[in-house]
């Protein structure tokens, strides 16, 4: 019988056992080996009382948070963003049915909830208009017109990948909307789609600064020289870490990012927490102006809401002083916004939520009869129609999306931004991961997400029998309180 089998077989099974009896011998070994290290090294507990086996621990702690996403978690109990929220990005994005049937799965009693209420008689789809055009910067050389509603948030090129970039800037032209640059400056990446830029100026001044870390104003005319430049937001502070400068670690730090930043290749970017030159709101007019002349482009402040005060001194001074001087726009961040690495201190407790600050700042603008001069744009978990349908409803003239935009890049929401292992090469400069982002593909993604975004928003506005976005105001939204009664806005 022996003899009918071919030799080469077995070769190849005499082979296959020895490589398994390798194996098994090593990871024997192995285990020999660990089991001694652990039970005597001195900075684990567990691994010292449990050799080995405590390993399997952080094994499981770290695909936890993977396996509760794809098998445990309930559709509409994850953050920062539930399964029913990305979903929905994913199919605006595909441009593919986005319906739902059976009925909502929405806990709509609970506190916070808000519903837009329907018109007995709304607007027929033949007498709907589109968005009206907007004036940013009445005051400036160089005025910047828009009916855009959606638009891309601040996201630096370093915290996103290259790929990236030229996604969000081919998908803003093909929609018609503007791009964030975020404060990591202005790469050739983000000007290659030909579309509207907004250049964000960091405390860091990335992209504008001298070797002391003040304003270059050469490096600042430049920038404003590019016809796809057509505002500048000085960011005080950001959603998810206000009182904290953005934090770029050094592992992402490439030569290109390096060369665009003014800083050394490797080296963690660490930004100051405030514009060391603006120390008051005095300051703050000085700084908005000194751009404005400079670049004779629309100027304004992104911020997270604390204390109230000192907007409404801003306005106070305004008023007092001269209203061309104000800020062309203010961008109002949540506390819940996003970022690529923050501390957890200031993610979970530090700021004020949009939901209170959004309509509160636009009571004072309205107060000081600022709110025509001044154009706000809302930020923060904004990634859905309602929750932006809300935002203008409370009265902004504009909607900015970071993380929604990422959603239709492809980001699984793995939590690897901090790091340069970005799953779907959103935020990773590895280029065996960025591999998978083909940015012309993406790029229309980005440029669906948008177009549905606004197609769903015109929804909710007919229903309401507004004939336009810009037609919604707080007469038609309703937020569920703590008493289980839904109030207006305003009360």
């Known amino acids: 019988m022996m003899e009918s089998i071919p030799e080469g077989f077995l070769i190849t099974l005499e082979l296959l056992v020895y490589s398994f009896v390798l194996i098994i011998g090593a990871s024997i070994l192995v285990i020999i080996v660990l089991y001694f290290y652990d039970k005597n090294q001195k900075t684990s507990t567990l691994r010292r009382n449990y050799p080995v086996v405590a390993r399997f621990r952080y094994l499981f702690e770290h695909i936890g948070e993977f396996l509760r996403q794809y098998f445990f978690a309930l559709d509409r109990e994850e953050l920062p963003f539930n399964r029913t929220q990305r979903s929905w990005c994913y199919r605006a994005a595909k441009d593919v049915d986005s319906t739902v049937a059976f009925g909502s799965t929405k806990n709509i009693h609970e506190p916070g909830s808000y519903h837009f209420l329907n018109s007995a008689f709304p607007v027929l789809q033949e007498d709907a208009k589109k968005a009206s055009e907007l004036e940013i910067g009445p005051f ?61 100026i960091g405390t860091a001044k990335f992209g504008v600064r001298n070797t002391e870390g003040g304003f270059d104003e050469k490096k600042l005319k430049e920038v404003a020289s590019k016809k796809q430049v057509k505002m500048f937001e000085i960011k005080l502070s950001q959603g998810a870490k206000p009182g904290k400068g953005g934090i770029l670690p050094g592992a992402k730090v490439t030569a290109d990012i390096a060369a665009i930043r003014n800083i ?85 407790n530090m700021g004020r939520p949009i939901s209170e600050s959004l309509p509160k700042v636009i009571d004072i603008l309205k107060k000081h009869g600022l709110k025509d001069r001044i154009k706000v744009i809302a930020s923060g978990k904004l990634l859905n129609p309602p929750e932006a349908a809300w935002a203008l409803c409370a009265g902004a003239d504009f909607i900015l999306s970071a993380r929604g935009f990422m959603f239709a890049l492809g980001c699984i929401q793995a939590l690897q931004c901090n790091k340069n292992t970005c799953p779907t090469g959103v935020t990773t400069h590895d280029k065996k991961l960025q591999r998978g982002l083909d940015p012309q593909n993406k790029s229309v993604r980005v440029a669906n997400f948008a177009k549905n975004m606004v197609k769903e928003l015109e929804v909710i506005a007919n229903s309401c029998g507004a004939k336009e976005i810009r037609g919604l105001n707080r007469n038609h939204v309703v937020i569920v309180g703590f008493d289980g009664k839904a109030k207006k806005i305003g009360e």
């Open 140 to 200: 400036c050389k160089n005025p910047y017109k828009t009916n855009s509603i959606i638009n891309v948030s601040g996201m630096s090129y370093g915290a996103i990948s290259i790929p990236a970039i030229r996604a969000l800037s081919n998908g803003a032209k093909a929609a018609g909307i503007w791009l964030n640059t975020g404060e990591g400056g202005l790469s050739p990446y983000h000007l290659e789609g030909d579309c509207d830029i907004v250049f964000q």
């Open 264 to 348: 050394g290749i490797g080296e963690d970017a660490i930004s100051p927490n405030r514009h060391p030159e603006i120390e008051s709101v005095d300051d703050l007019l000085d700084m908005i102006n000194f751009v404005r002349d400079t670049t004779n482009k629309p100027v304004g402040f992104k911020t997270v809401i604390g204390s109230y005060d000192w907007i409404e001194e801003l306005c106070e001074k305004i008023n007092k002083k001269d209203i061309k001087i104000a800020p062309d726009f203010i961008t109002i961040d949540s506390c819940d916004g996003g970022t690529g690495a923050a501390p957890m201190s200031l993610i979970d």
